[in-house]
């Protein structure tokens, strides 16, 4: 019994936070159509919590390089947007944090990438 319900809320919050990656997914795309390079650009924060409306600020490039694992989210700094039953901080600076999905969360939140799933244009990473 305790097993399916860590499950079940592994599942819910790899879903929760495969949302707000696929909203920063198209900003991602929506900032790119600029065609010039934005310093610093606005990004949801991609924790666990669906009422979670805090924005956070990363380079494209921090972006990218989080992004290359599809375990792996960027949240507002502070220990209320990590899910320490099914997350690890891998990652702190003062603008944002890294988090990563671990056991089945990990394996749930990868199979929801849309970038794993080809969904972002062919890339699969």
Known sequence: MRERI???HAARAARNQSVFREVNESVKEVNESFGRPVPQESWICECADPACVEHIALTSDEYETLRAKPTRFAVAPSNSHVFFEVE?????TERYWVVEKIGAAGRLAASFDPRAR???GGVDR
């Open 6 to 8: 860590q499950m079940e």
């Open 88 to 92: 690890d901080v891998v990652k702190q």
């Open 118 to 120: 080809g969904e972002d």
